[in-house]
């Protein structure tokens, strides 16, 4: 009988001959910006943008048709005040409804809402 001895044997893969690669020809740019230039820029478009936000947001509330003449009075919020009681004040004097002199009152002072602070001033249209 004959005996078959199996050892490890290895086969080098052929190795590829080092070729030179060609690297893709850099284009020179006239403007080649540091880090400190990159900021600058950045910093310099942030401020135009700014510049015209401000410019499209500061647009003016006024317009060309000339507004009534109300007349007003300057009443101050008292504590525990709101603007139901003012309201309610300025509607038994013009015979008015509340929800209404509530509205004149909102236009008035560029109110939001109905919130109103102790101490804060309103402008209140008068009765004549």
Do not use: C, K
Not at 43 to 52: E, I, M
Not at 74 to 79: D, K, L
């Amino acid at each position: 009988m004959s005996t078959i001895s199996i050892a490890p044997h290895r086969v080098a893969a052929p190795r590829a001959t080092a070729r030179p690669v060609a690297t893709p020809a850099r284009r020179s740019s006239s403007v080649r910006l540091t880090r400190r230039g990159r900021l600058v820029v950045f910093l310099l478009a942030s401020v135009v943008v700014a510049a015209v936000a401000v410019w499209l947001a500061a647009g003016s509330a006024a317009t060309h048709e000339a507004g009534d003449a109300t007349a007003v009075t300057v009443v101050t919020v008292a504590p525990g005040e709101t603007l139901w009681d003012i309201a309610s004040d300025v509607a038994a004097g013009s015979d008015d409804d509340v929800r209404g002199a509530m509205e004149r009152i909102q236009d008035l002072n560029t109110l939001d809402g109905s919130v109103v602070y102790a101490g804060q001033q309103l402008r209140v249209p008068t009765t004549d």
